[in-house]
């Protein structure tokens, strides 16, 4: 079974509109990762969340992570073609491993 | 400043030979991780380590080998490749627990 789960696994937005992607996580979380892959590329990195509540933005993307500690949310504001790739969370459990264990991912096609 | 570097890029092996895949970070960090990435299945991670000379199995390490002799190389071995190891493989590294992965740019391995 699979302990983080990302929905949608697949989305096709117009440019201009807003999306969100989810991750949930079967146990509370030390860490949650967001990364963007455009296709056989490596991993950039988006953000990190750690508190319970926790907020951040960059740009035009936006990550919270819920107070339980258990959901991850990345909301997309005015998508762009540039946006396009796909998204990764990682959680870190163990809190002192820094071992990474990723959902599937969720594929974003932005249409212009 | 390299990051973290991945050799090679492509291979193709044929059934039951062995094969090293090459990681190096030049950032001096203590985490690096190896990871495969098959479709539909996100990123799963094979082995990590803590430290020089300390590594432990992730999700996924059977038929899978690796050292940690130096901070800076994590070396992967494949003892006797399968087709089932056809994937693509992500190394990646990081300061601490704290702190975000770094990735590299990934090796394309085929199994024929």
């Known amino acids: 079974s699979q302990e983080l789960e990302q929905s949608p696994q697949s989305l096709i937005v117009q440019e201009g509109k807003n999306l969100t992607i989810n991750c949930t996580s079967s146990k509370t979380l030390y860490g949650l990762y967001w990364y963007k892959q455009k296709y056989g590329e490596g991993l950039i990195f988006l953000m990190m969340?750690?508190?319970?509540?926790e907020e951040k933005s960059h740009e035009k993307i936006t990550a919270k992570l819920d107070e339980k500690k258990q959901q991850s949310s990345l909301h997309i504001t005015a998508s762009q073609p540039s946006h396009a790739g796909i998204y990764l969370c990682g959680a870190d459990w163990s809190g002192n491993t820094g071992k990474l264990i990723f959902g599937q991912g969720t594929t974003l096609q932005v249409k212009p | 400043n390299a990051g973290v570097t991945q050799t090679p890029k492509f291979q193709v092996l044929k059934t039951g030979q062995s094969m090293t895949l090459q990681c190096a970070q030049d950032m001096n960090h203590e985490y690096m991780s190896w990871y495969r990435q098959d479709p539909g299945m996100g990123l799963r991670l094979i082995h990590y380590?803590?430290?020089?000379?300390?590594?432990d199995q992730g999700e996924v390490p059977n038929g899978y080998n690796v050292s940690r002799s130096t901070t800076e190389d994590f070396p992967l071995r494949l003892l006797s490749a399968a087709p089932s190891q056809t994937s693509v493989y992500f190394c990646?590294?990081?300061?601490?627990?704290?702190?975000?992965?770094?990735f590299g740019q990934g090796t394309r391995l085929t199994v024929v």
């Open positions: 969340l750690q508190k319970g509540g």
């Open positions: 380590s803590v430290g020089a000379g300390i590594t």
């Open positions: 990646a590294s990081s300061y601490n627990r704290h702190t975000e992965a770094f």
